[in-house]
T-cell receptor
């Protein structure tokens, strides 16, 4: 266990559904991240939160909406997704955003959009 | 792009053999990290090497860094079936308000008994 949990582990949704992914870290970290991992592509950074404030939005479509109510919890709200959004969505946290900080990853949510 | 690129994309070896994976990147870095991912799971940090270090060891892992060639290698000695996983290098990148990591596509390692 890395100290980062994600729910649900698997999610199947239609293009008109609204769902949310949840991430929780028990490490007392200040920074949290959402990544998208698709087959044959590098891990894509989506959003970064630092002390609950969004500090990076890597040109992510508005159908993905992050929320960080406190430094331990991170959500990714999904609506009107496309089939190409099917991927493994990974949450990570790090103590801060120094270059020496390592990231701790959750197990991911496998999302399938029909 | 500053993303690391691992080579080879896939590697298949037998237990007991050594596995070597390479990573190349394009711009200057402060640190380079290696992560491991078991199938369908999250990434786990293995080792960090600083730009002023040339070699670092951790158990059966040996990482080298050549900043003049902008490359790093990860060596796993005496491999085991449990080492089967994907391995990623990650370089640091300064963003708006701190550092983030740029990951490569990874090397998929299969260790057969």
């Amino acid at each position: 266990e890395t100290g980062v949990t994600q729910t649900p582990r698997h999610l199947v949704m239609g293009m008109t559904n609204k769902k949310s992914l949840k991430c929780e870290q028990h490490l007392g970290h200040n920074a949290m991240y959402w990544y998208k991992q698709s087959a044959k592509k590098p891990l894509e950074l989506m959003f970064v939160y630092n002390f609950k404030e969004q500090t990076e939005n890597n040109s992510v479509p508005s159908r993905f909406s992050p929320e960080c109510p406190n430094s331990s919890h991170l959500f990714l709200h999904l609506h009107t997704l496309q089939p190409e959004d099917s991927a493994l969505y990974l949450c990570a946290s790090s103590q801060d955003r120094r270059s020496t900080d390592t990231q701790y990853f959750g197990p991911g949510t496998r999302l399938t959009v029909l | 792009s500053q993303q690391g690129e691992e080579d080879p994309q896939a590697l298949s070896i037998q237990e007991g053999e050594n596995a070597t994976m390479n990573c190349s990147y394009k711009t200057s870095i402060n640190n380079l990290q290696w992560y491991r991912q078991n199938s369908g799971r999250g990434l786990v940090h293995l080792i960090l090497i600083r730009s002023n270090e040339r070699e670092k060891h951790s158990g059966r892992l040996r990482v080298t860094l050549d900043t003049s060639k902008k490359s790093s290698s990860l060596l796993i000695t005496a491999s085991r079936a449990a080492d089967t996983a994907s391995y990623f290098c990650a370089t640091d990148a300064l963003k708006n308000s701190g550092y983030a990591l740029n990951f490569g596509k990874g090397t998929s390692l299969l260790v057969t008994p």
